[in-house]
């Protein structure tokens, strides 16, 4: 997200390393991950539909399908 960070660099380099410990959770490319965080971030902060997600995020339900796998899994 260009102009949307809400995740600091000192932030993510302790988040990322979280994620990446849970298995079968695509963490591999570091930026389109924390691409996905941001997003999730930028619907938790703003209260938006997944919908509404800016096109920078990517694909709305994309998004949400991976939040939703993620909450299966015990991530959030």
Not at 29 to 52: M, P
Request: glycine share 4%; aromatic share 18%; net charge positive.
């Amino acid at each position: 997200m260009d102009a949307c960070q809400y995740i600091s660099q000192e932030q993510w380099s302790k988040m990322y390393p979280y994620l990446h410990a849970f298995p079968r959770l695509h963490t591999r490319h570091e930026a389109k991950c924390r691409r996905f965080v941001e997003a999730v971030f930028w619907v938790l902060r703003s209260g938006a539909r997944w919908r509404l997600l800016p096109p920078s995020s990517g694909h709305w339900n994309v998004v949400y399908q991976r939040f939703a796998t993620w909450a299966e899994r015990g991530v959030w």
